[in-house]
C-alpha cells in the first residue's frame, strides 16, 4: 500500500514538471488567458466533455465534485490521459487564401480517487485550466519610402491546477462535493516589429505570473424514474475571485535599447462560473447527459493598451461564455462473455461561444464533434480497469479571421485497483 501511495504522489510531481510544457499552437491563444480547458477526463472526452450529471463508482469525473461520493470502498482509481492533435489553419486575405498544418501532442492529467470513510469519498490530482502557445508574423507594405514592415506575435505558457476534493453523500438521492485547488503559472507574450527602411523596430512584452486559489462546488440530485431508468440532475458553482497577479507590459526600441515598462496591480481576475447537466441511465447498457455552462468573464476586466496607448485594465476584451455539450456511452451487455459485448461505444457534440473580442468584433465559435471507445482490460468477471481512446473534431471560425479544424486523439487509462479488500484464507 506504502509503495503504490509513493507511487502515486511521484506520478503527481512527474505531471507538475510536464505540465510547463506547451501542448498547442493557435493564434487565438493570444487572447485573454489562452485556449481554456473544459478539465474533463477519459470517460467522457468520447461524450465530448458531458459528464455533470454522471456519478458512478468506477470513473473519477472532476468536472462535479458531488459525483466523488459514491466511489467504490474498496478500490482506488488512478485516471491519466495523453492526448496528440494536427491542425488545419486557413487564412483569406485581399482575395487570397492561405494554411498551413501544425502537431502537437501533451500530457493532459492526472487523477486519483478513493473512499475516505463512509459515505464519503475523496480525489486529488492534476489538471490543466488553460495553454498559450502560437507564433505568426504579420508583414504590412507601406508605401516606396518606408518599404515593409513585420510584426512577429509569440506567446507561450498557461495556467495549471493542483487540487483536492471531497463528495458526501447526504442522502441515498443527494450528494454535495466542493474542489480547492491552488491555480499556478505564467502568460507570456510578445509583439516584434521589423522594417526594411529607417523605421525603428519596435517590441512589446507582456507577462503576468499567476499564484492562486480555485475553489469549485458541485451538487447532485438521483431520481429512479422506473425499475431500469434512473435521472441524475447536477449542478456546479465555481467561485470568481482576484488572482492577486501583476500584468507587465515592457516597450522597447530595439534600434536604442531604450525601453519604458507599466505595471497593472492584481490585473487577473477567475469569473463566476456556473453549470447544470442531467444523466440518464438505462439499466447498465445506455448513459445520456447533457450539460449547459456559462462563463462570467463579462464582468472581468482585463489588461490591455487603451485608444490612449496606456497599458491598463480594460472592461471591453473580454465577453461572457456559454457551453453547450452532449454525450452518450452505450454498452451492449457488461456482464457478457463476449470481449465487444463489454466495450463501451461513446459519441458526443457541442457548441461554444467565445469570451474574447478581437478588434471589437466577437472571437471564434467552436463547433465540436467525437466518438470513442472504452475497452475493458481484464476478463469479463473482473473489468474494472479501462482504457478510454476517443477521437475529437473542433471547428474554430469567425468572419474575416483564421479557420481553424482540429483532429484531437485522446488516450486515457483508469486503473481500478481492489486496494482496500479483505482477503480471507481458509
Known sequence: MVKRILCGIWALALAVSVFGQTSLNSPYSQHGMGLLSDGSQSFSRGMN?????????????????????????????FDMGIAGQMTHFKETFNGVTKSKNGKNASFEYVVGSFRLFKNVGMTFGLLPFSNIGYKYSVTTTLDKTNGNVTETHEGSGGLHEVFIGAGWQVTKALSVGANIGYL????????????????????RSYTATVNSYKLDFGVQWQQPLSKSDLLTVGATVGVGHKLGADATCVMTNVSNAVGTSSTVTDALALPMTYGLGAAWRHGNSLLVDADVKMQNWGSVDFPGIGNDGKYALQ??????????????????????????????YKVGGGFTTPYYNINGQDGPKEFSISAGFGIPLQNSYNNRSVLNVSGQWVHRSATGMITENTFRINIGLTFNERWFAKWKVN
Open 49 to 77: 466533455g458531458a459528464s455533470l450529471g454522471v456519478r458512478q463508482g468506477n470513473i473519477i469525473n472532476t468536472q462535479n465534485p458531488a459525483s466523488y461520493a459514491c466511489v467504490d470502498s474498496l478500490t482506488m482509481l
Open 315 to 344: 472592461s471591453d476584451l473580454l465577453k461572457n461564455r456559454y457551453q453547450v455539450n452532449v454525450g452518450a456511452d452505450y454498452v451492449p451487455d457488461p456482464l457478457s462473455r463476449k470481449y465487444l459485448k463489454r466495450v463501451h
Open 184 to 203: 499556478w503559472g505564467s502568460l507570456d507574450k510578445s509583439v516584434v516589429s521589423s522594417s526594411t527602411t529607417y523605421i525603428n523596430s519596435l517590441s
